[in-house]
């Protein structure tokens, strides 16, 4: 089996909103396409495409996702590639899900078995840097009633916004912890919005309150001050959706010492570079919760690594703010997988287990 090409478009995004995702669609010799979603921007991903990854891949088996990701993060004989790891990431999901269809197996067979396939979620929302106590407390709610029994409310401030008004975030944890049961777990995302003392001072609130954990407390480069954090508090520190590769995990681990590892699966660069920070989780006992706050194909590449992993205890990030609905989302496949009663259940159907109903995807198509 050949790579014959590779194409990216841009997909109608739900009504009311601009933009819309990317899909990244992987043709072979053979008939069996390869999907995932892309991020960057159409334009810059497909001047990627056609400078250097399709001169590349196409002659190349797909079945070899992790020489492939070799080739486009690093370099093969004397072209050093580089690419970002989010257009790397890309490749790599849509690559495994032709090994999968290739195979006759689930993603999640192709890389051990599955511990569990049915996984609980998270219900995150953010922009809490701009809204008041009030209006993040209805989107809680929103997801409530959804089914949804485990949350996570994001700051989103950023390392540009850092230590803007820390009393109105607590406000809106407090708000929000109050109105949940108590045995439904609630997290807290700074965003990477505190400095050191700041997330000190924030994180004993969070304590006092019950936060299941405290994320990105700091600056993604600042491992040492992470560590202080970790060092003076109890609560979960999390973090590691910035990170790009398995590579600053590891020294994410040595320096700033987190309690849970967060990967982004397109951030980190693919399936073939979050399977790797999973196994460095597991050997270095630490607990995994990734990065996710989407539905698609690239959640469901997430889902199916997160699976297999032992210590993976903690619900996956679930949301509907950068996608769009659950059910504008689903309309691209034939068979959709989506969450119910808050959880989602991964099938034994291979690849990443859906398959685009072409029609709609046609009728979705917008560049």
């Known amino acids: 089996m050949k790579i014959t090409d590779i194409q990216v478009n841009q997909l109608k995004p739900p009504e009311g909103r601009a933009g819309g995702r990317l899909l990244v669609r992987v043709f072979t010799d053979e008939g069996i396409v390869g999907h995932s979603e892309g991020s960057r921007g159409l334009g810059v991903f497909r001047a990627y495409l056609e400078e250097m990854i399709t001169p590349l891949l196409v ?42 269809k290739a195979a006759g197996m689930p993603v999640y067979a192709l890389l051990g078995g599955a511990r569990r396939t049915e996984i609980p979620l998270y219900w995150s929302r953010g922009n809490g840097w701009k809204k008041e106590p009030e209006e993040m407390l209805e989107e809680v709610q929103e997801g409530y009633e959804k089914g949804y029994r485990a949350f996570k409310v994001r700051m989103d401030w950023r390392d540009y916004r850092q230590d803007s008004d820390p009393v109105k975030d607590m406000a809106i944890f407090q708000k929000c912890r ?11 995302d700074a965003n990477c919005g505190y400095s050191v003392s700041t997330a000190i001072e924030q994180g004993r609130q969070l304590e006092e309150m019950g936060a299941a954990h405290f994320e990105e407390p700091l600056p993604q480069y600042d491992f040492p001050g992470l560590r202080q954090v970790v060092d003076a508090l109890d609560v979960a520190i999390s973090t590691g959706e910035q990170e790009i590769s ?21 951030n980190v660069g693919g399936l073939s570079e979050v399977v790797r920070v ?3 989780a597991v050997v270095n006992n630490k607990v995994v919760m990734p990065h996710s706050p989407s539905l698609g194909l690239n959640s469901l590449a997430s889902l199916h690594a997160y699976s297999t992993v032992t210590n993976a205890v903690r619900p996956h990030e679930f ?22 009663n808050g959880a989602i259940k991964l099938n034994d159907r291979p690849g990443l287990g859906v398959e685009i109903d072409e029609k709609a995807l046609a009728d979705a198509i917008i560049a």
Do not use: K, Y
Request: proline share 11%; hydrophobic share 45%.
């Open 178 to 188: 109050e109105w949940l049961p108590d045995d439904v777990p609630l997290g807290f």
């Open 59 to 100: 002659g190349v088996s797909p079945l070899q996702p992790r020489q492939i990701w070799e080739t486009l993060a690093l370099g093969t004989g004397e072209r050093a590639t580089r690419l970002p790891p989010q257009i790397v990431g890309a490749i790599d999901v849509a690559c495994w899900d032709i090994m999968g």
């Open 319 to 340: 949301s509907e703010e950068f996608t769009g609905p659950v059910d504008h989302v689903a309309s691209l496949f034939v068979d959709p997988i989506v969450p119910e």
């Open 246 to 266: 398995a590579w600053r995990f590891r020294d994410l681990m040595m320096l700033g010492n987190p309690d849970i590892l967060q990967p982004d699966i397109l």
């Open 278 to 280: 999973f196994e460095m």
